[in-house]
Nanobody
Framework: QVQLVESGGGLVQAGESLRLSCVGS????????MGWFRQAPGKEREFVAA????????YYGDSVKGRFTISRDNAKNTVYLQMNSLKPEDTAVYSC????????????????WGQGTQVTVSS
């Protein structure tokens, strides 16, 4: 099991950037695929990005391609989500998750979840 804690959320204006961090505890962090999901009020949880355990493979949701970048530093047990050119529709609670797979893009493939961090983008 991996315990995950996100940080870096906040209130920004459209067009600005934010970087989210997710720190994991446990020695198994570097062996897990990691992902970011988001959930806006009244909407279902949405896949944002995923990265393989080595960092060599990444996937992105269509709505964030070209604007968001996922990365990880296994020495620090940390995964990042760099969010550029933010839009009001990016407003949501962002959660990181860990999966016991090489890489995963489906919510049900993830075993451990953080509490989430709020991102609000004003127009």
């Amino acid at each position: 099991q991996v315990q995950l804690v996100e940080s870096g959320g906040g209130l920004v204006q459209a067009g600005e950037s934010l970087r989210l961090s997710c720190v994991g505890s446990g020695r198994s962090f570097s062996n897990r695929a990691m992902g970011w999901f988001r959930q806006a009020p009244g909407k279902e949880r949405e896949f944002v990005a995923a990265i393989s355990w080595s960092g060599g493979t990444t996937y992105y949701g269509d709505s964030v391609k070209g604007r968001f970048t996922i990365s990880r530093d296994n020495a620090k047990n940390t995964v990042y989500l760099q969010m550029n050119s933010l839009k009001p529709e990016d407003t949501a609670v962002y959660s990181c998750a860990a999966a016991a797979w090489a890489i995963a893009t489906i919510e049900t493939e993830y075993d451990d979840w953080g509490q989430g961090t709020q991102v609000t983008v004003s127009s």
